[in-house]
């Protein structure tokens, strides 16, 4: 008797599943064991991430735990005790939680005028590739400011260089680099130079007032005036912005 075409699609379909079966179990009998090993692997490895991610929060607890405790020592006049927590910080801590350490470390020899160990601190946190390299370029500048009296200009130029050529000034460190690099290009009778940096300074966005103004006045000693070149930019805005309606003004009539 012949199947109906239902009973032929079961059929087919009954058939099918037992295929699939077949090659189910010949995979598992010939890979099974390997399957095991790369869940059970898998879960080991997702169980050391969440280890390795509560080990790293309990360690930067500790760390915000023994920054505060040494700027309460600070507080409480005890520089000793506050260096040895720092110390500690600088010597485990995560790399933020060590800029930090290494900042307030030199912060605290250049208080007491040992402007040398200050240098060194600085130059050890420059040359952690660790860091944020908006920390290390701060860490670089520190150190140059530090040592200035005892560097040649060429070498304070040489190392301001990639943060005075940078790219994107108003968002780096630009204005304290290209502020030591002018003062060395002047001190290097290099007078076009230096007047160029303290006007690129002044033009800075966002920079404090004190700066502004003593660039501003750098600049202007050395033929760069900062203030004229100001007035006739925003004299030309205004203008720029007065055309604007005037040329609009036939259009709107003719609506």
């Known amino acids: 008797m012949a199947l109906s075409p239902t009973n032929n699609a079961a059929l087919l379909q009954e058939v099918d599943e037992a295929v ?56 409480a006049a005890q520089p000793t005790a506050a260096t040895a927590e720092l110390t500690k910080i600088e010597a485990d801590g995560g790399p933020a939680y060590r800029a930090v350490a290494l900042f307030q470390q030199a912060n605290m020899k250049a208080e007491r005028g040992d402007l040398k160990a200050a240098a060194a601190l600085m130059a050890k946190a420059a040359a952690d590739t660790k860091l944020d390299p908006s920390l290390r370029d701060l860490a670089l500048i520190r150190q140059t400011a530090f040592e200035y009296d005892t560097l040649k200009p060429e070498v304070v130029i040489a190392r301001m260089k990639p943060m005075v050529d940078a790219k994107d000034p108003a968002s ?43 660039t501003v006045q750098m600049a202007g000693m ?34």
């Open 222 to 255: 050395l033929g760069v005036d900062v203030v004229k070149d100001r007035a006739a930019e925003s004299a030309a805005k205004e203008q720029k912005g007065s055309v604007a309606p005037a040329a609009a003004g036939p259009a709107e009539e003719k609506k």
């Open 172 to 214: 780096s460190w630009f204005p304290s680099a290209a502020e030591l690099s002018a003062t060395a290009h002047y001190q290097l009778g290099q007078y076009k130079e230096a007047g160029a940096l303290y006007g690129r300074i002044a033009d800075t966005p966002n920079i404090p007032k004190s700066l502004q103004s003593r």
């Open 20 to 75: 699939r079966k077949d090659q189910l179990d010949s995979i598992w009998q010939r890979f099974g064991i390997w399957i095991l090993v790369g869940v059970v692997a898998a879960l080991i490895a997702f169980g050391g991430y969440l280890y390795w991610g509560h080990m790293q929060e309990t360690k930067r607890g500790e760390n915000a735990e023994q920054l505060l405790a040494a700027f309460d020592k600070l507080k």
